[in-house]
């Protein structure tokens, strides 16, 4: 039977984890390979990093962490973030990410997609979506740049495009929950989830083990992405799956 | 004793090789025959679309080599789209041949029925037809696919996984010639498990 899915997600700048992880048990925290054999140690089912390079550099660098990474591990990871041509996916996937994740290049051309599944097959590109409910529309807008700028584009009807166009997974992050830990936003997700057919990373709210298992059993979606609980040790990897597995959930 | 990983142009070696190279195997990475013939076991990996396989096996000559590994009994293993490309043929965007040596057809997931594609860990049951390796402590593989293989021989089904009730081959061999549906080198303690005792399994029939 196919497990729910457990996802850490380590922002990285300039080749180091930025967003001040706290682990006294790793010699240098701020090593991407480091911390992601521990969270691979810990039962992560997947990892998600996220460049936030803002120089050509940085990114260059991102590739050197990407290599080392699946020269030590064998989890799959999926590496977003600057990923605009067709070039930079194949650089990414070549250096042994099993995913690339899109986010704004897909909005600016979304062509990029239906290349980039024809290339490479839908199942390495990922699509992620940055959503805030609008009072005004009466639905959620798509944002970009953190959920600074607001796009005149509806989220479920872009999750609905993205994967007529080749997607093979859909990372939703809900601005409006984000950072707030009071739960994933379950009717974002279940919007999505009713109008496609491939696996949902929900992301943005995680504040405990409970708030995974509702948003993996009464939104369906097929993972969950967390950043900061995990990275401040406000919860585990561990813990979160031995919760959910006790809940009766599929559980690797 | 050395590993050829083939090179037809297709998806993600750096993995695979990296896996084998952390099992203490020397690996040759290539497109070149000449290059490849000094190998002992063979690897063919593969990610994307199976049209566009065939044709690059076809464009390199490689499919050739292919045929002859397994005519001369040598080890080969496929992974993922590696592993359909052994079938006989494939019904992904058409109608294509594949090489034959495994009995049966690639198929697309039923949209309706199930979320396409099967992504995530899902757990290996073994048949009867091997014998499961002792040092497995749990059975979970990543797997991530759109297409599987159906009208297998069931003498040739090894593992399998079930998904939403369709039975996913996962394993599937016939004489020297395995299939892995899932990624091994990306399926953590139990991939590396399989990996490492495929290649103990052909180190001794190549020392034998």
Redesign the interface.
């Known amino acids: 039977m196919l497990t729910k899915r457990i996802i850490p997600c380590l922002d990285v700048k300039d080749g180091r984890v930025v967003k001040g992880v706290q682990f006294v048990s790793l010699r240098d925290a701020g090593d991407p390979v480091e911390l992601a054999t521990f969270y691979n140690e810990q039962g992560a089912d997947e990892l998600v990093f996220l460049d936030i390079s803002a120089t050509h550099e940085g990114r260059e660098t991102m590739e050197d962490v990407v290599r080392q990474t699946a020269a030590t591990l064998s989890i799959p990871f999926t590496v977003g973030g600057g990923i605009r041509t067709l070039e930079d996916m194949k650089r990414m996937l070549r250096a042994g990410a099993d995913k690339v994740s899109l986010n704004s290049a897909a909005l600016q051309n979304p062509e990029i997609i239906e290349e980039g599944a024809r290339y490479f097959g839908s199942q390495c590109i990922v699509v992620a979506i940055d959503a805030k409910w609008s009072e005004q529309d009466n639905t959620w807008m798509v944002f970009t740049h953190g959920g600074r700028n607001r796009l005149d584009v509806e989220a479920v009807a872009w999750a609905k495009q993205a994967v007529a166009l080749g997607a093979g997974e859909l990372l939703v992050t809900s601005m409006d929950s984000d950072g707030e830990k009071k739960g994933f936003d379950l009717e974002l997700m279940k919007a999505i989830r009713k109008e496609v057919n491939v696996p949902i990373i929900a992301s943005g709210g995680a504040g405990n083990a409970e708030h995974f298992y509702t948003v993996l059993e009464n939104a369906d979606a097929d993972a969950a992405l967390a950043a900061s609980i995990f990275h401040y040790k406000e919860t585990s990897v561990e813990e979160v799956k031995s919760y959910l597995k006790n809940k009766g959930v599929s559980i690797r | 004793m050395k590993v050829g990983i083939v090179d037809y142009g297709m998806?993600?070696?750096?993995?695979v090789e990296?896996?084998v190279k952390?099992l203490g195997y020397e690996v040759i990475v290539s497109s070149e025959i000449e290059q490849l013939k000094q190998a002992d076991a063979f690897i063919l990996p593969g990610?994307?679309?199976f049209a566009d396989a065939i044709g690059c096996l076809e464009k390199t000559g490689l499919n050739h080599f292919v045929y002859e590994i397994a005519e001369q009994q040598k080890p080969l293993l496929g992974i993922c789209?590696g592993m359909q490309l052994l079938f006989e043929d494939s019904e992904e965007n058409g109608f294509f041949k594949g090489l034959g040596i495994f009995k049966g057809t690639i198929r697309r997931f039923d949209?309706e029925k199930v979320?396409?594609?099967?992504?995530?860990?899902?757990?290996l049951t073994f048949t009867p037809n091997w014998q499961e390796p002792k040092e497995l402590v749990?059975y979970?593989v990543?797997?991530?696919?759109?297409y599987y293989g159906v009208d297998l021989a069931p003498e040739q089904l090894v593992a399998y996984?079930?998904?939403?009730g369709i039975r996913v081959p996962g394993i599937v061999q016939k004489g020297n010639v395995t299939g892995m549906q899932f990624?091994p080198?990306?399926?953590?303690t139990c991939?590396?498990t399989l990996l490492k005792n495929w290649l103990q399994q052909v180190e001794g029939e190549t020392q034998s």
């Open positions: 998806g993600n070696l750096f993995s990296q896996a952390r990610v994307g679309a789209l949209d979320r396409v594609p099967h992504m995530g860990w899902n757990n749990d979970y990543y797997f991530v696919h759109s996984a079930e998904y939403e990624h080198e990306k399926s953590g991939g590396m």
